[in-house]
């Protein structure tokens, strides 16, 4: 099974760009599913990205589309996420799940089940972003 370890968080301003790591270690040949989500205090863990490693679609929270983008170095067995234009609303602790794919759900990340925090079996520890204003 792949283990997830995130870093690149900080404390930055309102516009400033930030990019978060994902690095995946162990069972990096298989198929995955490769989600962003954030959660603030008091608030529930809401998805922000998702990205495939058998097609690299993609898919994006309104939040967020336009700002933010997934990319994938596969040397480094590592999943970016990269946050420009940041908002004080972004701060969050940010934390990368995954979910393995195969045949019966090769399509995971343009699913509704890709926004569902339940449905992701591996997770990292998380890394905090702070935009203040």
């Known amino acids: 099974q792949v283990q997830l370890v995130e870093s690149g968080g900080g404390q930055v301003q309102a516009g400033d760009s930030l990019r978060l790591s994902c690095a995946a270690s162990g069972s990096t040949s298989d198929y995955y599913a490769i989600a962003w989500f954030r959660q603030a205090p008091g608030k529930e863990r809401e998805a922000i990205s998702c990205f495939s490693t058998v097609d690299t679609s993609r898919w994006y929270a309104d939040s967020v589309r336009g700002r933010f983008t997934t990319t994938r170095d596969n040397a480094k067995d590592t999943i970016y996420l990269q946050m420009n234009r940041l908002k004080t609303e972004d701060s969050s602790t940010y934390y990368c799940?995954?979910?393995?794919?195969?045949?019966?759900?090769?399509?995971?990340?343009?699913?509704?089940?890709?926004?569902?925090?339940?449905?992701?079996?591996?997770w990292g520890r998380g890394t905090q972003v702070t935009v203040s204003s």
């Open positions: 799940a995954a979910e393995v794919l195969r045949p019966g759900n090769v399509a995971w990340c343009s699913g509704f089940v890709a926004r569902l925090s339940g449905e992701y079996e591996i």
